[in-house]
């Protein structure tokens, strides 16, 4: 089976602009996290979606919002872009939402911010 | 708030020399603590779950073991292709806007030496 996927691979932005990441479950799971991995720390949980609604929320600015589709892939997107906001973004695919199932990592997205 | 505090930041091993990697929480109510490898530039790996204290999991050269205060990461007779940055990260009791998140430390960089 095929793991989780994440696009683009790498996205390099200018100050005050606005991206979007996106994110494909492995199949059959419902539910998607986005992360922010700055470099030498561990990953920040920015969102959890599960059946197409938002469950979880971490202490991030209204910048960032996210979404996720009938066929549970996700979008993240980040507005008015700051330099703070160069990381790896990472999303994470499980079964269902909250409950203790093993979150599994994409690639990520490494997001340059000029 | 919970809180995850791996130790120690950077561990460097010659192959065959076994070590243990430690990682210190609180949370309010463990659902769940996962272990993870992560790969320079790449996603983290998931390695194992353990939900309550006295649980132990197994996989190849790698045992994880669950206190109710801390968990340790065994590695015996290491080789350099195990050398990684070892995530570990806890799941609290389902809550607010807490749902599915994973509060991670800030993992610790295992260098094994041929």
């Known amino acids: 089976d095929a793991g989780v996927t994440q696009s683009p691979t790498h996205l390099i932005k200018t100050r005050g602009q606005q991206v979007t990441l996106r994110c494909s479950p492995i199949s059959g799971h419902k539910s998607v996290s986005w992360y922010q991995q700055v470099l030498g720390q561990g990953p920040q949980f920015i969102f959890q979606?599960?059946?197409?609604?938002?469950?979880g929320r971490g202490n991030f600015p209204d910048r960032f919002s996210a979404r996720q589709f009938p066929n549970y892939s996700s979008e993240l997107n980040v507005n008015a872009l700051l330099l703070g906001d160069s990381a790896l973004y990472l999303c994470?695919?499980?079964?269902?939402?909250?409950?203790?199932?093993?979150?599994?990592f994409g690639p990520g997205t490494r997001l340059t911010v000029t | 708030e919970d809180q995850v505090t791996q130790s120690p930041e950077a561990l460097r091993l010659q192959e065959g020399e076994s070590s243990s990697l430690n990682c210190s929480y609180t949370v309010s109510g463990l659902r769940g603590l996962f272990w993870y490898r992560q790969d320079p530039g790449k996603g983290p790996e998931f390695l194992f779950t353990l939900y309550s204290a006295g649980e132990e999991k197994e996989k190849e050269r790698l045992k994880a073991t669950l206190t109710k205060k801390e968990s340790f990461l065994h590695i015996t007779a290491p080789k350099p292709e195990d050398s990684a940055t070892y995530l570990c990260a806890v799941q609290a009791e389902a809550g607010g806007t807490s749902y599915g998140k994973l509060t991670f430390g800030q993992g610790t960089i295992l260098t094994v030496h041929p």
């Open positions: 979606y599960y059946e197409k609604e938002e469950r």
């Open positions: 994470a695919s499980s079964r269902t939402g909250g409950a203790s199932y093993e979150q599994y």
